[in-house]
């Protein structure tokens, strides 16, 4: 089953994010912020990321630019999945190279299917 990095800092929301892919099979990796987010995905290469964007450290646009740059990790779909909502923002997140974007609160089934249509896209 594909590997999915989930990047929050809430740890509250990994967990049910996480708890609820691994219910559908997935293998999940975890960061809490975005510098931790480029340094786990160059080593551990998932098939999708799933970014939040309000985070210390670096935040989700600032580490899906960089991961978007990097060699290593350049094709590797990012969803953002935030609570940063309005029009200006969303725009942000495409231009900074995020695949889709979802917005919090979101339905787990909206997300699943997201996902399911990102793996299958970028196989």
């Known amino acids: 089953m594909a590997k999915i990095l989930v990047v929050d800092d809430s740890?509250?929301?990994?967990?049910?994010?996480?708890?609820?892919?691994?219910?559908?099979?997935?293998?999940?990796?975890?960061?809490?912020?975005?510098?931790?987010?480029?340094?786990?995905?160059?080593?551990?290469?998932?098939?999708?990321?799933?970014?939040?964007?309000?985070?210390?450290v670096l935040d989700g646009i600032e580490a899906t630019k960089i991961l978007k740059n990097l060699q290593e990790t350049k094709k590797i779909p990012i969803l953002i999945l935030t609570g940063q909502n309005s029009k200006e923002e969303i725009l942000e997140g495409f231009n900074a190279g995020a695949d889709e974007y979802l917005c919090k609160p979101f339905k787990f089934n909206e997300l699943l299917s997201t996902i399911k249509t990102l793996l299958n896209l970028y196989k």
């Open 11 to 56: 740890k509250f929301a990994r967990a049910i994010v996480i708890n609820g892919l691994k219910k559908e099979g997935f293998e999940i990796c975890e960061a809490e912020n975005g510098k931790e987010s480029v340094d786990i995905a160059k080593i551990e290469k998932p098939d999708l990321i799933l970014m939040d964007v309000v985070m210390p």
